[in-house]
């Protein structure tokens, strides 16, 4: 991507707080101060924020000082089985990564940036689970659970709400953030434009691992077709 900066260790002033670096609380609060800069140009802009406390060793902090971690005593814990956390620590975690969610907003909406950014929210994959059966295909089963994650476009002052049911994946969300924010982008990649409506067929391609091999699948509005990069073998599922 021409003219794209790159904000890596050793900028930012807060402290490293695990593996992965600083806390995604301080990287939020730390990289508010680059949006707020940027947006007094008023130029269009594109910027990519990783949060990644929700992956192991899932490492929380207490935020502005209100985040609290919760304990067995506090859940349901047959309801925490049937959505297949793991462990505690994992559920904090991403309870933590919805709190820093909303620290983001609160500092766009203080920032007053807010009303013109247009936020696409998504993980690159889904967390590792214990067996659930909560939606409407067998994923965990599949496999295809492990790259099934959220995505979620948030800019109440320029986007009317809508769900979305078709497949998508990672590499539609460049094109599409560009041609929200109209910045003129090549796109040499599979990815299109998740919001075109003109297109009357989609389909999301994947790639992931099971019993320790890896396999390549295309996923549709119904089927999905696999392949074993190893063997060779297609399966197609319905």
């Known amino acids: 991507v021409e003219g794209i900066k790159i904000y890596e260790e050793g900028y930012y002033k807060s402290p490293k707080a695990d593996v992965w670096g600083v806390s995604d609380y301080d990287l939020i609060t730390e990289s508010d101060e680059i949006f707020r800069d940027a947006a007094k140009r008023q130029q269009p802009f594109v910027a990519f924020l990783q949060l990644a406390d929700n ?12 985040f609290k971690k919760l304990t067995e005593k506090d859940i349901d814990k047959e309801q925490f089985k049937k959505s297949g956390f793991v462990s505690m620590d994992q559920f904090n975690a991403i309870r933590y990564e919805d709190y820093n969610v909303a620290h983001l907003i609160d500092l766009a909406k203080k920032g007053g940036y807010l009303d013109n950014t247009i936020f696409i929210m998504f993980g690159d994959h889904n967390c590792t689970l214990n ?20 995505c979620f476009i948030y800019a109440p002052a320029l986007i009317r709400p809508q769900v979305i049911n078709y497949a998508v994946s990672l590499v539609d969300i460049y094109p599409t953030m560009a041609k929200l924010v109209g910045i003129p982008a090549k796109n040499y990649t599979l990815g299109q434009d998740m919001l075109d409506s003109t297109r009357t067929s989609r389909y999301a391609f994947a790639s992931y691992a099971k019993n320790l091999q890896g396999y390549i699948s295309m996923i549709g509005e119904r089927y999905m077709y696999e392949i074993n990069t190893k063997t060779q073998d297609a399966y197609l599922y319905d």
């Open 55 to 66: 992956h192991p060793p899932y490492t929380t902090t207490n935020g502005a000082g209100d």
């Open 131 to 150: 067996p659930y059966h909560f939606m409407p295909t067998p994923e965990y089963e599949l496999v295809s659970g492990s790259v099934h994650s959220t």
